[in-house]
């Protein structure tokens, strides 16, 4: 909503909290939901963000159609791939005993993060300074919050030190004002 300059006010939900209203807005209980000014609500990044780009033509966030279009929504889909995954592993590690937790399916969960930054990283353009050419996209913001949310909570995966041109993508979206603005709380 900020790459499209739209007026918005970001709440952060904690979906595991006893008063959570979450639930009442998206029966999956999951973030992000946006609930708009008649207290009508969507849900999913995927079906927000379509709904988003019809909006205002500032930002435009998905091509219209063909080949670019299809792209987009292949990196969205991969960016959404290592949440999925990483999601998986805190709530694993965060959810769960220690008894309960299965190393097999956390080791595959990682398996697949490294095999979609690897894959980001072979495909990322070198000529072009976002995903999917000159200008950011729904593929630049899935990727940056997938790449955030790995430095917000598996610091020590250190995926900067071996993914240079994702590093670098990451550099310049952290100086977006909408990166900026909807950055995690830093926990001391």
């Not at 946006?34 to 963000?49: A, H, N, P, Q, T």
């Not at 900067?160 to 950055?183: D, G, I, N, V």
Request: hydrophobic share 40%; aromatic share 8%; proline share 5%.
């Amino acid at each position: 909503m900020a790459e499209k300059k739209l007026d918005y006010e970001l709440v952060l939900e904690d979906v595991w909290a006893d008063d959570s209203i979450i639930q009442q807005h998206n029966p999956l209980g999951k973030i992000p939901c946006l609930i708009m000014d008649d207290y009508g609500s969507l849900f999913d990044s995927r079906v927000i963000v379509e709904y988003l780009d019809t909006l205002s033509p500032v930002g435009r966030l998905l091509p219209q159609s063909g080949r670019e279009r299809a792209t987009t929504k292949a990196w969205e889909a991969v960016a959404d791939g290592i949440m999925d995954a990483a999601v998986t592993i805190h709530t694993e590690y965060t959810r769960r005993t220690t008894a309960q937790q299965s190393t097999d399916w956390i080791r595959r969960q990682e398996s697949k993060i490294q095999a979609a930054l690897d894959y980001m990283e072979n495909e990322l353009p070198e000529d072009m300074p976002y995903c999917t050419g000159i200008n950011i996209s729904l593929a630049d913001i899935a990727v940056g919050c997938a790449l955030g949310y790995l430095d917000l909570r598996f610091p020590k995966l250190e995926w900067r030190q071996h993914y240079e041109k994702l590093a670098l993508l990451m550099e310049k979206l952290e100086t977006r004002p909408s990166f900026q603005s909807t950055a995690a709380p830093v926990s001391n």
